[in-house]
């Protein structure tokens, strides 16, 4: 079987075409970024206040001593622990503050490709 293709281009539109795709695409980029950006940011910033890891489960709790320390001196955060337990350095457990779990980096993946008007 053999088929018969006619192609009518206007090349002119063509071209017009592609030059305003490329004058859009670093704002379309720059807005979708903007926005996973900060829906990455939420989701982070919800799963440590509940205690959640990226991927599912829970952070190990302080252990007893830490809680009494910590009551004594009156902490309630301490950046320089928070970061070697984000890293998992020394006896502390591994508590991924900053990390992106596989859901939210799909998620994150489909609402920056929405967001490209292409």
Same mark, same amino acid.
């Given at each position: 079987?053999?088929?018969?293709?006619?192609?009518?281009?206007?090349?002119?539109?063509?071209?017009?075409?592609?030059?305003?795709?490329?004058?859009?695409?670093?704002?379309?980029?720059?807005?979708?970024?903007?926005?996973?950006?900060?829906? =990455?940011?939420?989701?982070v910033t919800e799963k440590t206040q509940k205690g959640e890891?990226?991927? =599912? =489960?829970?952070?190990?709790?302080?252990?007893?001593?830490?809680?009494?320390d910590r009551a004594k001196r009156g902490r309630?955060?301490?950046?320089?622990?928070?970061f070697r337990h984000d890293q998992g350095i020394g006896k502390l457990p591994?508590?991924?503050f900053f990390a992106i779990g596989k859901q939210d980096e799909n998620k994150i993946r489909d609402l920056f490709f929405k967001h490209i008007k292409v």
């Open positions: 079987m053999v088929a018969d293709i006619k192609v009518k281009a206007n090349t002119i539109e063509v071209v017009n075409y592609i030059k305003k795709l490329q004058r859009n695409i670093p704002k379309d980029i720059k807005r979708a970024l903007n926005v996973v950006s900060a829906y =990455g940011v939420q989701r890891m990226p991927d =599912g =489960g829970r952070f190990a709790g302080y252990s007893q001593k830490a809680k009494e309630q955060t301490e950046n320089e622990k928070a591994r508590r991924s």
